[in-house]
């Protein structure tokens, strides 16, 4: 069963890359990652989903190494409407299983 | 395209009392998916219903239980309330890929949740 870990909290400032790391050692070869955003009392909202080798759509940018053992979301020039939790999912292709992270607060000062 | 959505938005119970809460997925959408989110933590998966059957089920005891009808729509049933039941609780629905399930692959949307508050 894989387990994904990411940090809990990360702090940066509006205009900089902010990468927010997953871990995630027990991913299997049919396994997809999706990340995804949560504001305060809202559901949270796909951001960018891939398997292999990086991804980008018009609001982040997705790398996952060669062993796929972790994936890095990467948001480009971040503005303070960004602060959310952004959270991590395995998707177990062997047992249907999503495995969520206990997501990461990004908090964006001006 | 309507999204994902719940009711009541909001609901004040007592322990001991029970809920019913309701979500409609997206048109096209099978598979709903119910999570609980206590404030401030993370997702905690409850049920997982495709094509009206129940495919998967979290770590919650059988007072937590649901069903989906016939138009993918779906109810979550919690009964004997207690305080620790506060929280929001999220449906989700996806739709299949080509045909197929394909975790993780089938992009979930989320409604807004309902929140529960158990006093």
């Known amino acids: 069963l894989a387990k994904t870990t990411q940090p809990i909290s990360m702090d940066s400032y509006e205009g900089q890359e902010v990468n927010i790391t997953c871990s995630h050692n027990n991913i299997a070869t049919n396994d997809y990652i999706t990340w995804y955003q949560q504001f305060p009392s809202q559901g949270p909202r796909f951001i960018i989903q891939g398997y292999k080798t990086k991804v980008t759509n018009e609001v982040a940018s997705l790398f996952i190494p060669a062993d796929r053992k972790s994936s890095t979301l990467s948001l480009p020039r971040v503005s303070l409407s960004d602060t959310a939790v952004y959270y991590c999912l395995v998707g177990e292709y062997s047992n249907y299983q999503l495995i969520w992270g206990a997501g990461t607060k990004l908090i964006i000062k001006p | 395209e309507a999204g994902v959505t719940q009711s009541p938005t909001h609901l004040i119970k007592t322990r001991g009392q029970q809920v019913t809460l309701r979500c409609s997925p997206i048109?096209?959408?099978?598979?709903v998916y119910w999570y609980q989110q206590a404030l401030g933590l993370g997702l905690q998966f409850l049920l997982w219903?495709?094509?009206?059957?129940?495919?998967n089920r979290g770590n919650f005891p059988p007072r937590f239980s649901g069903r989906q009808f016939p138009n993918y729509s779906s109810e979550l049933n919690v009964n004997a309330l207690e305080l620790e039941d506060s929280a929001l609780y999220l449906c989700?629905?996806?739709?299949?890929?080509?045909?197929?399930?394909?975790?993780?692959?089938?992009?979930?949307?989320f409604g807004a949740g309902s929140r529960l508050t158990v006093l």
């Open positions: 989700a629905s996806s739709r299949k890929n080509r045909g197929f399930i394909l975790p993780g692959a089938n992009v979930l949307t």
């Open positions: 219903y495709d094509e009206g059957e129940e495919r």
């Open positions: 048109s096209g959408h099978t598979s």
